[in-house]
């Protein structure tokens, strides 16, 4: 076994080097030296800055300092002497405070291009060279005193998940900062209909946690030619632990992209919400430029067996989690956010690819931090990764990763269409076939007594506990729930689109996962039918505030969904026992009518025995009840969760059509 993993090493590594052994020939990545301590490759302080770099295959390592942070020769080129444990160490003895370095590598006698280094915390305009500065003084002022909202448990999330640029590039927004990390800090903006927007619009919404796309530094936008257009979400990642420079006021200054980061997460904070970071540690956006491979080529991404480079992400490589030192600098890199900029959860970009053992070491490394900062990801990968698949975060494993979320796309599918095909409508425009799908979602991908029956053809459950799924109609990424609408059900009008978006986010929302919504679902926002806009202009992505007013009907009846569930605890009770204890759906002989009842008053409720009917038929829906008074609080597209609706006597439910029921006694 070892002269096989021996000969695919050096197959490899001949084939990076166009030599016939391996750089300082080790017999697997396995074998490479490893550190324990903090993996901090510059350190600052007014008397000398120290340098260190993992890099076990150099035979030598140099530091460049530069007083620009992208043009310009090197002023100084300083040795770096080996460390032991595979590191490379050097101190230069003066104030380098406002310059910039990067490190070079040779290997087998040939010096790979300038890299600022694979753990870069500040970075030049484009993220070529590492920038030198003391991180206290870009605290905005305040800092200190951030801190967290309050949070009980992950059951009372809820997830909003925002491009940057989408939310507040809108020129009628009534946003000054539009489309920066600022722009999250103005209050008192309007649209010129005078509806709120930015960050008073959050609040007005009610939703717990924002989720930012990726905000880390990233390659496909040039940061010196931001007078031009230029859009993309951000899953190409440069360097993963500095704020990206196009969200800022000033690319050029290295202190600004971090200090107005800060400010955008503290606003955030004293507005009551949580933050998320969209994080892309599955793959680079680049492979042989990558730091990663400018640094210890090879090392930080999967081969296949004939040594190339594995695939799984569909962006010409995928990271090797399980190696020691990148699951070293994965836990490292997100204990940093959450440390230096105070980042309330972490969504992974196709978590699938990670294995298992990094994801818990994860989770327990936040826990150390504050165990309500919250984990979910995609549950799979874009092709299949180049390691086992019992040993890989996939949806189908989440039940084995306590603390640790994934998407259901089971719960999506049955309520707006499949994934796999774009003409495909399900449940909310009265597409029979679908009930289990939905009943599924209800229940938080948990093996629901009521489910167990094979006939129904129920989705495999992938939950231990309800908050390890997370519920959504749509995302960034395919289509937005009211373009996938139009697709479908192509002849619905106005009024029926309307209809079947509450009825699509009532089932989200009586959900026992956590409810996530895409930016802009909430005014019924589209992308002009557009399934994968990366990198479409701001006419496709951007948030049309006009639209908040044209569809306030539609707002309104999702704010009050919103605060139905944070009022009631029935609808998250957070415990698996708890969901068998008290969900029963109700028996329906119609297709296209999912009902439940929340029996008792569970969690301290003041609402007793809730019972929710989901109707997409074009025609009512009655169930058989216990005989009483139920007081209405949602009816015919309305939701009035603090004063109701009025009240209903008798042992008979109906729901009027395309719409839900909500009552309790």
Request: hydrophobic content about 35%; glycine content about 8%.
């Amino acid at each position: 076994m070892k002269t096989k993993k021996l000969l695919l090493f050096t197959l490899f590594t001949s084939a990076l080097f166009g030599c016939g052994t391996a750089p300082k020939e080790y017999e697997s990545f396995e074998d490479y030296p490893t550190f324990t301590q903090p993996w901090d490759e510059m350190t600052y302080s007014e008397t000398g800055t120290d340098f260190m770099l993992w890099a076990p295959t150099a035979e030598e390592v140099n530091v460049k300092l530069y007083t620009d942070g992208l043009t310009g020769n090197a002023i100084q080129t300083v040795p770096m002497k080996e460390a032991g444990n595979g590191s490379w160490r050097t101190s230069v003895t003066e104030d380098l405070k406002g310059k910039f370095y990067t490190f070079q590598i040779k290997i087998n006698g040939k010096w790979l291009d300038e890299t600022p280094g694979v753990m870069a915390k500040a970075v030049g305009v484009n993220g070529k060279r590492g920038a030198i500065l003391n991180l206290d003084t870009t605290d905005p002022e305040g800092w200190s005193q951030d801190v967290r909202p309050a949070l009980k448990g992950f059951d009372d999330i809820i997830i909003y998940e925002m491009h940057h640029r989408d939310f507040s590039i809108d020129s009628l927004s009534g946003i000054k900062n539009r489309g920066k990390y600022l722009a999250l800090t103005e209050t008192g903006t309007t649209s010129k209909e005078g509806q709120k927007t930015g960050i008073d619009h959050l609040k007005e919404l009610g939703i717990t946690h924002v989720h930012l796309l990726p905000s880390y530094d990233y390659a496909s936008v040039d940061e010196t030619q931001l007078d031009k257009p230029q859009y993309n979400w951000g899953y190409d990642p440069q360097n993963y632990n500095t704020p990206e420079g196009s969200y800022s006021t000033d690319p050029y200054t290295p202190e600004t992209r971090i200090r107005e980061f800060k400010q955008m997460v503290m606003a955030l904070h004293q507005a009551g919400i949580r933050v998320i970071m969209d994080v892309v540690y599955n793959h680079t956006f680049n492979t042989e430029e990558s730091n990663f491979e400018r640094t210890v080529p090879g090392y930080f991404y999967r081969q296949n067996p004939d040594g190339t480079f594995a695939n799984g992400s569909a962006c010409g490589n995928e990271t090797a989690s399980e190696r020691e030192m990148m699951r070293k600098y994965m836990v490292e890199s997100v204990c940093y956010w959450a440390n230096e900029y105070h980042i309330d959860g972490f969504r992974f970009d196709l978590m699938g690819i990670h294995d298992i053992t990094t994801m818990e070491a994860i989770r327990s490394a936040l826990d150390k931090i504050d165990p309500t900062i919250y984990i979910y990801g995609e549950g799979w990968a874009a092709s299949s990764p180049a390691y086992p698949a019992d040993s890989l975060a996939m949806k189908a494993n989440t039940y084995r990763m306590p603390g640790v979320a994934a998407f259901s796309d089971e719960f999506r599918d049955g309520l707006r269409g499949s994934w796999n095909n774009d003409l495909e409508g399900a449940f909310v425009i009265g597409r029979p076939g679908h009930d289990t799908q939905v009943m599924f979602g209800i229940t938080a991908a948990l093996p629901h007594p009521q489910l167990k029956d094979s006939t129904l053809n129920t989705p495999a459950s992938w939950t231990a506990q309800p908050t390890q799924m997370l519920s959504y109609t749509s995302c960034h990424d395919d289509h937005c729930i009211t373009d996938r609408l139009k697709i479908t059900a192509p002849k619905a009008t106005d009024k029926e689109l309307t209809a079947y978006h509450k009825l699509a986010h009532t089932a989200v929302f009586t959900s026992q996962g956590v409810p996530f919504i895409f930016t802009g679902d909430e005014i019924m926002r589209d992308k002009k039918g557009v399934r994968n806009s990366y990198n479409s202009p701001d006419s496709i992505n951007a948030i049309n505030w006009a639209g908040k007013a044209i569809h306030r009907e539609a707002f309104d009846y999702l704010k009050g969904l919103i605060a139905m569930r944070k009022a009631h605890p029935a609808f998250h009770l957070g415990d698996t026992e708890l969901i068998y204890k008290h969900l029963e759906f109700l028996d329906m002989e119609d297709n296209n009518v999912v009902a439940f009842r929340i029996n008792g008053a569970p969690n301290g409720d003041t609402w007793k025995n809730i019972t929710v009917i989901l109707n997409s038929k074009n025609e009512p829906a009655s169930i058989d009840v216990p005989q009483g008074t139920y007081q209405i609080v949602c009816k015919d597209g309305k939701i009035n969760p603090e004063k109701g609706l009025g009240s209903v006597t008798g042992n008979k439910l109906t729901a009027a059509p395309r719409s839900a029921l909500i009552v309790h006694q």
